[in-house]
């Protein structure tokens, strides 16, 4: 965990070692990031917000084709959550009732359900900017059994969207002197600005429930 979480906060010096070292590969490595945080319900952990924003400011200096890493981006990111529709459909109920382990927090499928339940389809969409929750919605649209068809649209047009934003915004910002000389501030101030929203819905959870107690 305190590799995962150095992995992250200094993702500009190991993303720029492994584009040194994998060369084009590094290409199929973004996408099987992307793609297996937004694909597998075991996987939330992952970097992606911050691994888009770098990759956007390694794509200003020349080091990576902007283009082609939006394109891989945008694809491992639908078909992530498609993979993810699939097997919330398939084996969905039977890993709903399933305790919390290693690899699994049954805490976060839960709080996606009440999500999903609350915002319905366009969850899809909103989902993408939440970590844990982005890897937990589409799961959970399969549980339901959202139609395919509608699923998909939302699942492209999030997609698109999560890309492009962070991706540019790496690719405009990323190579500011004070924004690269405090990298891993910046990282730390996106990973925080993202999960705002789930603290501060959680805090007003606790508050009420304390409130209706006493």
Do not use: Q
């Given at each position: 965990?305190?590799?995962?979480?150095?992995?992250?906060?200094?993702?500009?010096?190991?993303?720029?070692?492994?584009?040194?070292?994998?060369?084009?590969?590094?290409?199929?490595?973004?996408?099987?990031?992307v793609f297996i945080e937004?694909?597998?319900?075991?996987?939330?952990?992952?970097?992606?917000d911050s691994l888009l924003?770098?990759?956007?400011?390694?794509?200003?200096?020349?080091?990576?084709?902007?283009?082609?890493?939006?394109?891989?981006?945008?694809?491992?990111?639908?078909?992530?959550?498609?993979?993810?529709?699939y097997l919330g459909l398939?084996?969905?109920?039977?890993?709903?009732?399933?305790?919390?382990?290693?690899?699994?927090?049954?805490?976060?499928?839960?709080?996606?359900?009440?999500?999903?339940?609350?915002?319905?389809?366009?969850?899809?969409?909103?989902?993408?900017?939440?970590?844990?929750?982005?890897?937990?919605?589409?799961?959970?649209?399969?549980?339901?059994?959202?139609?395919?068809?509608?699923?998909?649209?939302?699942?492209?047009?999030?997609?698109?969207?999560?890309?492009?934003?962070?991706?540019?915004?790496?690719?405009?910002?990323?190579?500011?002197?004070?924004?690269?000389?405090?990298?891993?501030?910046?990282?730390?101030?996106?990973?925080?600005?993202?999960?705002?929203?789930?603290?501060?819905?959680?805090?007003?959870?606790?508050?009420?429930?304390?409130?209706?107690?006493?």
């Amino acid at each position: 965990m305190v590799s995962l979480i150095d992995f992250i906060l200094s993702i500009d010096i190991h993303l720029g070692n492994l584009i040194n070292e994998y060369g084009l590969l590094i290409y199929a490595i973004l996408f099987a990031i992307v793609f297996i945080e937004t694909g597998l319900v075991i996987m939330p952990f992952l970097p992606g917000d911050s691994l888009l924003f770098a990759a956007g400011a390694f794509a200003a200096i020349g080091d990576i084709n902007l283009l082609l890493v939006i394109l891989i981006f945008v694809i491992a990111a639908i078909l992530g959550d498609s993979l993810n529709y699939y097997l919330g459909l398939k084996a969905g109920p039977a890993i709903f009732r399933k305790e919390s382990g290693i690899f699994f927090n049954k805490k976060y499928l839960v709080a996606t359900d009440a999500f999903y339940k609350k915002h319905g389809g366009k969850s899809i969409i909103i989902a993408r900017f939440l970590p844990f929750i982005r890897t937990f919605a589409p799961f959970v649209a399969g549980i339901g059994k959202m139609n395919y068809a509608r699923f998909l649209g939302y699942n492209i047009g999030g997609g698109i969207l999560w890309v492009l934003l962070f991706v540019l915004g790496g690719y405009f910002f990323g190579t500011i002197p004070i924004v690269k000389e405090n990298f891993s501030l910046v990282i730390l101030l996106i990973i925080i600005i993202s999960v705002a929203p789930i603290i501060i819905k959680a805090l007003i959870h606790f508050l009420k429930k304390r409130k209706l107690r006493s």
